[in-house]
Structure formats: structure tokens, C-alpha cells
């Protein structure tokens, strides 16, 4: 059995759900079809999701979100139409979701109704069943999956039962509208196919696979044929976009095989992700990086003379609401790496002073602009000559080094660059390791 995700743009009109019909239909072995709210149709267009962000917004600011509400409802009617189907049964949905949103709902409900909607429009497309998330799939408030999801999906999953079902939302253990972060549809397939006991997991994108590098930057960039769960989560975790790094959570235990394959080109092989692979000629499977950091630096003579110092030093940290990424300790030093986003200016330093007066700190200081490189494959340990690659290849471009990360993970290593420096970073070690 075969469990599909389709992203937003296999949805985005009706276009794209014909060619998503074709693909399900053309092996019976697909039986269980999760999907995302329709995404961009061209460059210039709007994602469903961002504007029911948007709307919620506006109800936030004591404002009705009605009329912006329209175009999202537009979106749906002219898929409908496109597809030959009727519009008006639809429309008491779209009113329904548009009134909880202006009740007051909040931002993952509003957020989690561009899924929804989709899959309903799909399952009815289809003739399947549509099978909601909400309350299946129960996401705890750290937003892990609440081990009840695997007893709730196997009483709902029927056996021969054909099914479509929303993506990137279910509930929290009280049973309000939770979503995953941005691109928890992946999670979804992940969970779906981890409870149906699929033999296979297809995530369909508008890519052929994982490239080994951004094709934005290198344009000769060569799809992966085959990688392992670790080096996709690694390669996910500095930024590669095509599968979530969380969503190898949900099938870690089982096995299960991924394909990432794209919805445009469904005859290409696209990538496998296994448990394991043989490494052959191929020890590295990629490189990316991630910008949008911030850097927090402690020092305190004989820091870590004092019990559980990085325990209560990080809990102040999650009491601002910064959780770092990245972490580098010194003999009396920490460096933590946290998304800027995590805080304002303010926040910030209020941190900094509550952590040098409480710990008795002589130094803390937070500066911004900083980006990870990874270098990711499972035989990045067992290729002395990666070092001296990379660092060459850096020196003699000119980019300067904030950190090197070897020999944390037996899957990547780690350079800290100004983000600056981000992209010039990937194509050099691009150019000297592939």
C-alpha cells in the first residue's frame, strides 16, 4: 500500500489536481492521498495559507476579515469550476470556516482551513473518502505526535477504504485546532503511513527529488538518487527545502521507504530515502545552508565547575522564548545559535542582563547576521580529505569562518559564515566536494 502527499503546488488549481488524479489513478496501490492548501500558481500569486494568516490578523486587530476572506473562498470556486464541478455545495463550508475565523478562533485554526478545505474539494473530486485530522492525529503542545494518534488511526482507517485527508493540523491533547510548522504536511503523510503500514511513502513536490545542492545557485545541481533518514533530516536542517526534517520522526521504527517525486514529472525516479544506503562512490550526499541566526556568547572563568549550569542557563534561555538550534562549548564558554525571529531587541536584552547578573557572567553578547553551512553525507567521517577541501576551498574564496563543526554527527559537518557569505559558501564547497 502506497500512502501520497501532495504539496501546494500539486493543488494550486485544477490544472495540477487532473495530473494529481492521474498519478493516484494510475496504480491501485495508492490509497491514502494527504494534501496541502493550494499554493502559488505563479510567482506573483498567494498562498491559501498565508492569507488566512492574514485574515486571522485582522480579526486579531478587531476587524472583520469578510472581505479578504473572498479571495480565499475565490480560490476554491474556481477550482471547482475548473473542475467541472459544483460550486454552491461548497459554499456553506466556506461560510462556516469564514465565521469561526471572525469568532475568533485563532491563528492555527484559520491557518489549518486551507487543508481542510482542500482535502474536501479533493475527496469530493476523487469519490474517496475525505478523513479529517482533527481529532486523529493529536499533536502535543511541544508539537510531537501524542502516541493516542496511532489508536485513533487505527480505528478510523477501514480497511479496501480509499481516503483523502488534510495535512499539516490536528488537534492538541485538549482538543483544540494545533498545527505542525510550516510544511507539516510532510509529518502527516509520515504519520498516515506509519499507521496504515504502507510499503512506500510518496511525497510529491514540483521538483524530482532532493538536489544535492540549491539548482538556484548551481544550475548543473544533480538530483540524489538515494539518501538515508539521517542525512535528509541533517540536509533538511540547513535549510534543503523538499521534505520536512521533522517528518522523519513518525517512520523512524518502521522502515518505511520515501520517494520524493514531482507531480510535473511522475515517469522521473526522483529520491529514495532508506534506512540505509550503501555508500559506494558517493560518501556525501549534499550541501545547503540556513541563515537567519543570531549568536549568543557566555564566559565565566571555571563555568562549568558549577552542577547543571548549561541546564539552568538554558531554561532562562526558554524563559525569553529562545531555544537555541546550534550549540559550541569552550572550556569556560557556550555559544548558542537561535533563530532571530525567536525575539525583538528588547527581549533580547533583558535577557542578556538577567543571565549576567544571575549567573555572575563576564561576558554576554548577542550579535546577529549569521549563517550554518552543512556538509552532509554518512561518510562525511571516514574522508579525511573533506577538511582540507573545505577550508581551502573557503580560504582562498575569501569567506571567514565563525566555527567548524567536525566530528558531532557522523552525518555533517558545520561552518558558521556571516549570512552575508551564505550562498558564495555553498558553491564553493559545491565546487571542491562534488
Not at 134 to 155: A, C, F, M, Y
Not at 210 to 225: C, H, N, Q, Y
Not at 427 to 432: D, E, G, W
Amino acid at each position: 500500500m502506497i500512502v501520497c502527499k501532495f504539496g501546494g503546488s500539486s493543488v494550486a488549481d485544477a490544472q495540477q489536481i487532473r495530473k494529481v488524479k492521474q498519478i493516484v489513478d494510475a496504480d491501485p496501490q495508492r490509497q491514502v492521498v494527504v494534501v496541502s492548501a493550494p499554493g502559488k500558481r505563479s510567482k506573483d500569486d498567494e498562498k491559501v495559507t498565508d492569507m488566512l494568516y492574514a485574515c486571522n490578523a485582522m480579526v486579531q486587530q478587531g476587524s472583520s476579515c469578510k472581505d479578504l476572506f473572498k479571495k480565499v473562498a475565490l480560490r476554491y470556486t474556481t477550482i471547482l469550476s475548473d473542475l467541472g464541478m459544483q460550486a454552491k455545495p461548497f459554499l456553506p463550508v466556506l461560510e462556516e470556516v469564514r465565521q469561526m475565523i471572525d469568532a475568533g478562533h485563532g491563528a492555527e485554526y484559520a491557518a489549518s482551513r486551507g487543508e481542510y478545505l482542500a482535502a474536501r474539494m479533493v475527496a469530493t473530486f476523487f469519490g474517496w473518502e475525505f478523513l479529517d485530522t482533527d481529532p486523529e492525529i493529536v499533536i502535543n503542545h511541544d508539537g510531537t505526535v501524542n502516541p493516542e494518534t496511532w489508536n485513533n488511526l487505527k480505528r478510523a482507517l477501514k480497511p479496501k477504504t480509499k481516503y483523502v485527508v488534510p495535512g499539516f493540523y490536528g488537534c492538541d491533547p485538549e482538543g483544540k485546532v494545533k498545527t505542525f510548522s510550516r510544511g507539516g504536511s510532510d509529518i502527516t503523510g509520515a504519520i498516515l503511513s506509519s499507521a496504515a503500514k504502507a510499503d512506500t511513502y510518496e511525497n510529491w513536490t514540483d521538483v524530482s527529488g532532493v538536489f544535492s545542492v540549491d539548482p538556484r545557485l548551481v544550475p548543473e545541481a544533480k538530483v540524489i538518487k538515494q539518501m538515508t533518514y539521517r542525512e535528509v533530516r541533517e540536509l533538511a536542517g540547513v535549510g534543503a527545502g523538499v521534505f520536512h526534517e521533522e517528518a522523519i520522526a513518525p517512520i523512524l521504527a518502521s522502515g518505511i521507504t520515501i520517494n520524493v517525486k514531482n507531480t510535473n514529472a511522475p515517469m522521473d525516479d526522483g529520491t529514495f530515502i532508506l534506512p540505509t544506503r550503501e555508500k559506494g562512490e558517493h560518501p556525501l550526499v549534499g550541501v545547503s545552508a540556513k541563515s537567519g541566526f543570531s549568536r549568543l556568547s557566555l564566559r565565566k572563568l571555571m563555568l562549568f565547575k558549577k552542577s547543571g549550569i548549561r541546564h539552568a542557563l538554558l531554561t532562562m534561555l526558554h524563559i525569553f522564548g529562545i531555544r537555541p538550534t546550534f550549540s559550541l562549548f569552550g572550556v569556560d564558554s557556550i555559544i548558542w545559535f537561535f533563530e532571530t525571529t525567536q525575539a525583538s531587541d528588547s527581549v533580547i536584552n533583558a535577557m542578556c542582563s538577567r543571565l549576567k547578573s544571575e549567573f555572575e557572567l563576564e561576558e554576554v553578547s548577542v550579535d546577529h547576521g549569521h549563517a550554518i553551512v552543512g556538509i552532509i553525507g554518512s561518510g562525511v567521517m571516514q574522508d579525511s580529505s573533506v577538511i582540507a577541501k573545505s577550508t581551502t576551498a573557503l580560504a582562498e574564496d575569501k569567506i571567514a569562518l565563525n566555527f567548524f563543526n567536525y566530528g558531532s554527527s557522523d552525518t555533517s559537518i558545520l561552518i558558521g559564515v556571516n549570512a552575508t557569505q551564505a550562498q558564495d559558501a555553498v558553491k564553493s564547497l559545491y565546487r571542491a566536494l562534488f
